[in-house]
Structure formats: structure tokens, C-alpha cells
């Protein structure tokens, strides 16, 4: 029965194979093993015979048409499926793991990944002694009520959930800054669970973690004391000081910047908190940027005309909406939300679009009012397809639809005053390589 | 009309117009090979007959986009075997629409599966080691509560 379709020929030419050349198996890609030699080859034999008759009967079967999909084909399939299950098909067989390692089908994904929110939140279900920081992320498509699920980590990674604080992200990699060590940094991708520890030159805080398309390389612009600016370049995993913004005033560095046109744009801080008026920077220059090609700082007043306090410009944010720089203002008293967007960049032209009055306390749909919320908060962390992501602090995440005037709860860590949200995409990006892969 | 061959010897009927929706027959019409009849040795009969009528449907009712939704569903509701054979030769005759369709229903059957059950699917075999697929399952385990 089982020499059916198996030819006896077949068989002599394995065992003359198998005694002339032990390594024939490494040619076609099977794995060396180790029992091969040691005199014990004759079983070592057998046994690889019989692997190879089950392989040839599986595949002569009706279905055996599966087997011939080419790689643009799976490469295609694999492309439509987010980061985590491709990274599950790794596992498939060899074929897979090398099509989805590769550099092109890396590029290709990222670019078709959807964006998700990455949450760090104080974990008071982890309660032992003190709430601990833990990693959250917002997963849209999931059918849960709360929509945010939390992330582990492997134990071996030499970076503990409690003291280290998220700041930025880009290509699917996460920036965090050593709470304690507070010149020490990690660039973690929390898919391949691959970690980087970097120093800098000294205490400080990272501005901007962007990625640098002229050169190729994912890079940290870096503050120090003495307010000093640095870059640290991923591929070379080198330091360089570059000059300082001649203004005096460094860029909102706890915020991450909106990158578009080749710059990063952030609104100018005045480097810690502050109440009167002088220390904040005027409203003149209330934006700063950075332009990835020159290296230099330069500032550009914000829109909306001089603020009647400067304190406001706390609650500015600048994000990128459709490849155009978006400036989202939400007043004090979080009743009102003014988004402006830059139509002209050259020009410097910026249009009031819209001027929101998000009624998150009432009106058609209002969020329930929960617990206590001594901090009452409203920030835009993304704006998408006409949604805006909103960091309601106690109330969650909520996505509100500017046209129909609806929210949608999106969820909440366990527990939600002193969280933050990062902007993230899921992505499979190789920290052990120099550089990003390229296209 | 283009008279097409599929590799079991069946022939069929197309226009023209609605031939060109695959790339391949397109510039097989270009280059002057049709004169008589286009080979397609890397088809079979049934599934050509499938995809000619994907083509027709989405050459006549072009503006009707409800209408084709509905089609598609419909269409992908094949068995395995045969969706495969499908995006081999949709990949063939260079068809995109058809081809994005059936990627992505395979990408969306396959996206709650586990390892195995996506191995099954595409009846391939395992071929690490024990010790490989355990390094594997650790190196890229994203674990959610």
C-alpha cells in the first residue's frame, strides 16, 4: 500500500544518497541533525525516508493545488493581516518566515498597518505596594467593550514596566526614558519584543523620535541640560551635538512632534511649568520647528492670533491630517475645540476649520459620568478620516465624529489619572539591523 | 469576441471589451497573438469559467456598486480548493480586482486561525525543528490579557 505511489528506485537513490554525501539534506534546506552521525546514520537514514514518503503522499491529494501559490501570492495574502499574525506565521514553515523577514515585504506593511493608540497607564490591579506603570494598547477592531487590552512582556526583557515612562513612537518603535536614570533610554518593538539600551550624553529629555528619509534612519533629537540638543542616530548608534534653537526656547519635548514637509513641528515650551506670563514664550513664536534636512530650529507664530493668556498654549497640539499640519487648540474649560489646518505650508496659510463643541457632558450622547474625576482632561491624540481620537483622561478614550457629532467609547485602563497616549503603529521592524530596511 | 482555451480543452466565448479587465489577455491582444484563439494552458476549464463570469458581471454592472458588493460575497463562497484555484488564476490572467478580492477573503479566514489551522489550510507541512518552533513561539509572543 504504501509503495503505491512511491517508485522502488526512489528508495535506492535516497540510501545511495544518504551514504555518499551526509550532507546532501543541507543542499535542499533541511536541517542538519545532529544524530546523523555517530554510526547511528542507518536509522538516521530510515527515518528520513519515511519523512519523505509522508511528504509525497500528503501532497497528492486534490488539494495539493494549495502548495503552488507563488510567493507574490502568499506575500499578498500575509500583507492584508496585521503585525501580531504575521508574526504568528512566522511560525508556518521556512518559506514564510523568510518572505515576511524580508526588507520589502517590512516597508510594505508599515505602510498599509492602520494606526492604534499605545497607552501607559498606573496599573492599581497590580497593586504591591506601589501601582506600578503598565502597557496598554487600543485595539479598534477588537469586539470587547473595552476595547484596551494589556501588553506583556517577556521576562528576560532588561527593562521593568514600573520605571519607565513612554514618550514617543515611530515605525513601530517605542521610545522610553528610564524613570530613575533619567539619561537612560530604550527603543523597544513590543512585536518582536527586541529591545535597545542607549545612554545619552547626559540628563535631558528626548523631543522627537522621527524617522529621517533622506537618510535613511530613525532618529532621537535629545535635549540636555545646559540646554544643549543632540542626535542620535539608530543606524550608527552614534551621538552628535547640533546647534541650539537660537530663540531660547525649546520645543513642548513631552509631547511628540507632528512631522510633515520634511520638519518637526511642536509648540514652543519655556522648558518647565510655568505661570506668569513672561516665561511663556510669546505667541509669535509659539511654534517651533525643526527641519530634518538643515538641522535647524527656527519659530513661526501659531494661528489664531495673539492668545488672551499664554497659558493656553498648554493645551495647544499640532498634528498631521492628511499629509497637512493640523493645530487642534481646546480651550480652558474643555468646552471648545478650534482645529485649524496649514493649506499652504510655503505660505505659511493657516484656515479655521472647524470650532467644536464637543458636549461630552450632555447632549445627544453623552458619556456617562463615572466616579470621581478630579482631573477633567481633553486632549487630541489622533485625527483620522474626520474622527478625532480624544484622551478624555477618567472617561477614556472616546473617537468623536466631527460630522455627526457622535462619540464613541473606545475604553480605559484599569485605572486612568497620570496616563499617557502614544500615536503607534504595529509594525515588524528589526532592531538588530543598523539601519531601517530599505525599499 | 476573443475565443479563449483553457488547459482541459474547453473553449469560451468573450468580448473583447470585457477580455481586457485581465492584463495578461490585454497585451496577449496588443501584441497580435489572438489572432485565432488564446491559449491558456495554466487554466482549467471550470475555473475559467468562474472568472469569465466575475469579468462579465463586473464589465456590465460597473456603476452599480451595491450590486457587486453583494456579487463578491457571493462569489468567494467556494470551497478551498477552488478559491485557490482562483487566485492562481486570477495572479495569471493578471485580473487585480478579482485578485484582491480573493487575497483578501483568504486573509480574512486565515486572520483568527491558529498556527496549525492556517498550516491545514494551505496544506503545507512544518518543516523546523521542534527547538526552532519554540524559539519562534517565544521570540514573538505578544500576549494579552
Redesign the interface.
Known amino acids: 500500500m504504501l509503495f503505491r505511489h512511491v517508485d522502488i528506485n526512489f528508495f535506492l537513490l535516497l540510501f545511495i544518497l544518504e551514504y555518499f554525501f551526509k550532507d546532501w539534506t543541507l543542499l535542499i ?3 542538519p541533525q545532529t544524530w546523523f552521525s555517530g554510526g547511528r546514520w542507518c536509522f538516521a537514514c530510515i527515518a528520513l525516508v519515511l519523512r519523505r514518503i509522508i ?1 509525497a503522499l ?2 497528492r ?10 510567493d ?2 502568499v506575500i ?3 500583507l ?3 503585525a ?2 504575521v ?8 518559506r ?2 523568510s518572505l515576511t523577514s524580508s526588507d520589502y515585504f517590512i516597508i510594505l506593511h508599515l505602510d498599509r498597518s492602520a494606526p492604534l493608540i499605545f497607552v501607559q497607564a498606573t496599573d492599581l490591579t497590580d497593586w504591591r505596594g506601589t501601582g506600578k506603570l503598565a502597557f496598554y ?1 487600543l485595539d479598534q477592531a477588537s469586539n470587547r467593550r473595552n476595547k484596551i ?4 512582556l ?1 521576562p528576560e526583557i532588561k527593562m521593568s514596566q514600573g520605571d519607565t515612562e513612554v514618550l514617543d513612537s515611530c515605525h513601530g518603535l517605542l521610545l522610553f526614558r528610564d524613570a530613575f536614570a533619567r539619561w537612560r533610554y530604550y527603543v523597544f518593538n ?4 527586541e529591545l535597545l539600551v542607549l545612554d545619552g550624553p547626559n540628563e535631558g529629555a528626548s523631543c522627537a523620535f522621527f524617522y529621517d528619509p533622506s537618510a535613511n534612519e530613525l532618529k532621537i533629537l535629545y535635549l540636555c541640560i545646559g540646554f544643549q540638543f543632540f542626535i542620535y542616530s539608530l543606524g550608527g548608534r552614534s551621538w552628535r551635538k547640533i546647534k541650539s534653537p537660537p530663540s531660547g526656547s525649546p520645543p513642548q519635548y513631552d509631547t511628540p512632534p507632528a512631522i510633515c514637509n520634511g520638519a518637526l513641528h511642536w509648540i514652543t515650551s519655556c522648558g518647565r511649568i510655568a505661570d506668569a506670563e513672561e516665561d511663556i514664550p510669546p505667541c509669535t513664536s509659539g511654534i517651533t520647528i525643526f527641519g530634518m534636512d538643515t538641522e535647524d530650529f527656527s519659530t513661526l507664530p501659531h494661528p489664531g492670533g495673539e492668545c488672551n493668556s499664554r497659558v493656553n498654549h498648554r493645551n495647544m497640539r499640532l498634528l498631521v491630517v492628511d499629509e497637512h499640519l493640523s493645530f487642534c487648540n481646546v480651550y480652558r474649560g474643555y468646552t471648545v475645540i478650534d482645529i485649524w489646518l496649514l493649506e499652504d505650508y510655503a505660505s505659511w496659510a493657516w484656515v479655521r476649520k472647524w470650532c467644536l463643541r464637543p458636549n461630552l457632558y450632555g447632549g445627544p450622547r453623552p458619556l456617562e459620568s463615572e466616579c470621581y474625576s478630579f482631573s477633567r482632561r481633553l486632549e487630541v491624540v489622533h485625527f483620522q478620516n474626520g474622527e478625532l481620537w480624544l484622551d478624555c483622561g477618567e472617561r477614556g478614550l472616546v473617537l468623536y465624529h466631527l460630522d455627526q457629532n457622535t462619540f464613541k467609547k473606545l475604553g480605559r485602563p484599569p485605572t486612568s489619572y497620570e496616563h499617557r497616549c502614544i500615536h503607534y503603529t504595529k509594525s515588524l521592524v528589526p532592531l538588530h539591523r543598523a539601519a531601517l530596511p530599505q525599499d | 469576441m476573443i475565443v479563449l482555451n483553457s488547459s482541459d480543452g474547453a473553449t469560451f466565448e468573450v468580448e473583447e471589451s470585457v477580455a481586457v479587465q485581465s492584463q495578461t489577455i490585454k497585451h496577449m491582444i496588443e501584441d497580435n497573438c489572438a489572432d485565432t484563439s488564446i491559449p491558456l494552458p495554466n487554466v482549467n476549464g471550470v475555473t475559467l469559467a468562474r472568472v469569465l463570469e466575475y469579468i462579465k458581471k463586473h464589465a456590465e454592472a460597473k456603476d452599480d456598486e451595491e450590486g457587486l458588493k453583494s456579487f463578491d460575497a457571493e462569489f468567494v463562497k467556494v470551497d478551498q480548493a477552488s478559491l485557490f484555484e482562483i487566485i492562481l488564476a486570477a495572479n495569471y490572467l493578471d485580473i487585480k480586482g478579482l485578485l484582491d478580492l480573493t487575497c483578501q477573503t483568504v486573509a480574512d479566514q486565515i486572520k483568527d486561525l491558529t498556527v496549525e489551522e492556517v498550516r491545514a489550510i494551505f496544506n503545507i507541512m512544518n518543516d523546523f525543528t521542534p527547538e526552532e518552533e519554540a524559539k519562534l513561539r517565544n521570540d514573538h509572543a505578544w500576549a494579552f490579557e
Not at chain 1, 62 to 69: F, I, M
Not at chain 1, 149 to 152: N, S, T, V
Not at chain 1, 190 to 193: A, D, I, V
Request: hydrophobic fraction near 35%; include cysteine.
Open positions: 534546506g533541511w536541517p511528504s500528503s501532497f491529494g486534490s488539494d495539493n493545488v494549495v502548495a503552488q501559490l507563488p507574490d501570492v499578498d495574502i500575509l492584508r493581516l496585521p501580531d499574525r508574526a504568528d506565521c512566522r511560525r508556518v514553515c521556512r514564510w518566515r494598547i487590552k494589556k501588553l506583556r517577556r513590543p512585536l518582536t519584543q
